[in-house]
């Protein structure tokens, strides 16, 4: 009898649902519109109030950044054509912005991975690798230290933005633009970071395991590198063994090593002064990779 009621109600549910439904939108169909129309408004709101605070808090970051680099001293251990290509990255940015300023970001925003990338190869804290995620590189950066107390978390808040500007719906050109701007100014910033910087002065001299230099060590070379210190104000020469061959005289390499082969005591002839000198007492090998490739 029960299951009979109940079958009885879900058939009287079924026909009368259509009509109360079609009874409710016309009775209260302009208030359900106004209230979802408020709902979205609002919703949309919320995430223009915090994109805008966001955007605030990118700006006063930036602002801060430069500021704190500004007051380094300025570095002249870069080469002629550094200032040359950083300014070149800009105008690619700017360029790129006036046809499509989601794509001037995305571009930006790989420059100053790149940036990031090179500053910890320079740092010998990339250590060989190809990928490095970007916040894994903020924290690395960080545990680090000796950067200006806002680099960091400018970088980091700058990339948030990234990702709510590309991935978001309601962001404007000039919400984008605005992120540009501040992050032209970070990547300038990192690029003014005053770091050690390894040239190869030459890409491989021959190494010897005697003082007379009579026993090549065959299956390896001597590097020499031109180490300017972070404020450009010494350079130094220093030689460190490989079996690399890529090295090219002139280019800018990162510190990297491999602990997969030792070095014992080896000396080579200076190949400006031909004067024997002492390469190493012990060492392990020098593998450094072209900045730019990097």
Known sequence: MMTEVAELLRAVAALLWPGFAFYALYKFGPELKSLAARLKKGKLLGQEIELGESLDRLDRTASAVASEVAAVPPSSATRPGDDLDHAAAVHRVLTTAAQSPKAALLLLASEIEKQLRQLLASMGLLKGRKNLPVQQAFSELDEWGGLPKHVVASVKLFWEVRNRLVHG????????????????????????????????????????????????????????????????????????????????????????????????????????TGEVRGAWRGSMEFVGRPLEEI
Do not use: M
């Open 169 to 272: 719906h309601v962001a404007s050109e000039d919400d984008i633009l605005r992120a540009i701007d501040s992050g032209i100014t970070i990547l300038r910033a990192l690029q003014a970071i005053p770091h050690e910087v390894n040239i190869v002065y030459h890409p491989g001299v021959p190494i010897y395991s005697d003082r007379e230099c009579r026993h090549v060590i065959e299956d390896a070379k001597g590097v020499i590198l031109e180490t300017q210190s972070p404020g450009g104000v010494t350079k130094t020469k220093r030689i460190f063994p490989t079996t690399q061959t890529h090295f090219k005289k002139g280019v800018r390499v990162a510190w990297e090593w491999s602990d997969g082969r030792r070095f014992g005591e080896a000396w080579y002839c200076d190949p400006d």
